[in-house]
């Protein structure tokens, strides 16, 4: 039998986040406020944004643009610099070196190369991450193991492209980004924007391989840009943000109650 990444045993983490707040000093060439003699002022990023996901959750992070929203990935990714309040625990613990081997981070920039195919990218990668433990063969393997189970099978052989020449599609793009966290078999699996400009078709499938990847095990936290209420369903609990602030934390499910009893709600357009 063949090994398979995605069915391997996982250490299972209990993400909690409670009470986070951030804030950014406003830059100015002297130190100071735009040159006058005030100090510089602090602009709140996060303000207070609990939540909890365990092992086999997906988390949506909804919320309008400027939000805070990456913000609060990168600092659950435990790479967001200087002073955040409040706490992040992994089973308890603060992150560690160790966690962070655990954790993997779908940015919102693909890094890929567009000259190479989707199986040389995935290869490469895994000749990059994977311990030396493991043999070239193994690594390229794993490789391919992802590509099947991400269905990224028919597209292998295609340059994944880019900005400047016709290469995969959107969707498949976004596969290969997530293939090259899974191949470390992340615990917790983090995301910004993996449905950013795809179409609500290609949007549900790739929220429905969240939810593949959840279910094995993993803690899977992503944000998420255009929300729809059938997309909602799709996640165990969702955490909305505005100016930083949570308005809304708890179950996916009653999110649109939520909606409906506050009133319209800036910055959404909610589709069916
Ligand atoms: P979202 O992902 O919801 O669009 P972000 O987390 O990217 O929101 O940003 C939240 C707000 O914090 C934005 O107004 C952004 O400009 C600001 N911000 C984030 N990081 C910094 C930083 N390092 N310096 C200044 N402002 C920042």
Same mark, same amino acid.
């Given at each position: ?36 003699? @005030? ?98 063969? @193994?690594?390229?393997?794993?490789? @391919? ?47 910004? @924007? ?79």
């Amino acid at each position: 039998h063949r090994f398979s990444i995605l069915r391997a045993s996982l250490r299972p983490v209990i993400l909690k986040f409670e009470d986070v707040a951030y804030g950014v000093q406003c830059r100015s060439a002297k130190g100071t406020c735009f040159g006058s003699n @005030e100090p510089t002022p602090i602009r709140t990023v996060l303000n207070g944004v609990s939540g909890i996901v365990r092992p086999g959750e997906l988390l949506a992070m909804l919320g309008p643009s400027g939000s805070g929203k990456t913000t609060l990935l990168t600092a659950l990714a435990g790479r967001l610099p200087g002073k955040i309040s409040g706490s992040i625990t992994y089973n308890g613990q603060p992150f560690t070196s160790s966690m962070k081997r655990k954790t993997g981070l779908v940015t919102q920039d693909d890094v890929l190369y567009p000259h190479l195919t989707v199986l040389e990218t995935l290869t490469y990668a895994a000749l990059l991450r994977l311990p030396d433990k493991l043999t070239r063969e @193994e690594k390229v393997e794993q490789a @391919e193991l992802i590509i099947m189970e991400l269905g990224l099978t028919r597209c292998r052989n295609s340059v994944v492209g880019g900005p400047l020449f016709r290469g995969i599609s959107g969707g498949e793009r976004k596969r290969v980004s997530i293939g090259q966290e899974m191949l470390v078999n992340p615990s917790l699996l983090l995301l910004d @924007e993996p449905t950013s400009g795809l179409d609500s078709t290609t949007t549900q499938r790739i929220v429905a391989t969240l939810r593949t990847l959840a279910r094995g095990g993993r803690t899977v936290v992503t944000t998420i840009h255009q929300p729809s209420s059938r997309l909602y369903r799709m996640f165990d609990k969702v955490v909305v943000l505005s100016d930083g602030c949570p308005i809304y934390s708890g179950k996916a499910g009653r999110v649109m109650d939520y909606f409906g009893s506050v009133g319209y709600v800036p910055g959404f357009n909610f589709v069916n």
